[in-house]
């Protein structure tokens, strides 16, 4: 019986995706370090984002996504969202820090900058992954096309939230320093 073998194919156009996206990645990290100069913030957002990647492929792993190319495409077009977490959560600690006075604790200056903008941040992320739900009520082809790729820019988004509002901050008090004081 003849068949057509697309193994080739499907493996050569996964390995296209999958160097896009590390390329992505990597222009991504270029592009906040210029645009945020300031050398701390720019690698504590940049560290994240490898780790928000790795957590959308533990999400897949988990829900038995498949790797195709739609559900990675939902990596790549999720990762201006989770920069945006961490530039959003860095800029205002940043903020902080120049405001603080000396004698005010570095701590309390991080969590005070941290929540000032926590809730703005869960709310744009609550409503990008709510307007996922009619996407995951599709049936039939249209939600075997587009259901992964829901899944992993939720995966995504969900695991930026997290990095934002658990990591950033606690990276924030170890590496970042008032104007003046001492490392």
């Given amino acids: ?12 156009t996964l390995g296209t995706l999958n160097t896009a ?6 222009v991504t990290i270029i592009v906040v370090i210029v645009m945020v100069m300031q050398l701390a913030g720019s690698m504590i ?3 994240v984002l490898p780790l928000v990647v790795l957590m959308c492929f533990i999400g897949m ?3 038995r996504v498949d790797a195709n190319i739609v559900a990675l495409s939902g990596i790549a077009i999720a990762v201006g969202t989770i920069v945006d977490m961490g530039i959003i959560l860095t800029e205002n600690i940043l903020r902080h820090l120049r405001s603080a006075a000396p004698e005010e604790s570095r701590l309390a200056v991080v969590q005070r900058g941290a929540t000032e903008v926590s809730g703005a941040v869960v709310t744009a992320i609550s409503t990008t992954v709510i ?6 009520a599709m049936m039939g082809a249209e939600g075997k096309l587009f259901r992964p790729l829901a899944f992993t820019k939720t995966f995504a988004l969900v695991g930026s939230v997290l990095v934002a509002l658990i990591i ?3 990276l ?3 590496v970042l320093r ?3 004081e001492r490392s």
């Fill in 1 to 12: 019986v003849p068949f057509y073998d697309r193994t080739d194919l499907i493996d050569e």
């Fill in 168 to 170: 950033i901050p606690a």
């Fill in 21 to 26: 996206l590390s390329l992505e990645v990597l």
């Fill in 178 to 180: 008032k104007p003046g």
């Fill in 131 to 136: 307007s996922f739900l009619p996407v995951f």
């Fill in 172 to 174: 924030a008090h170890v």
């Fill in 45 to 47: 957002i940049s560290g």
């Fill in 61 to 63: 792993k988990t829900f």
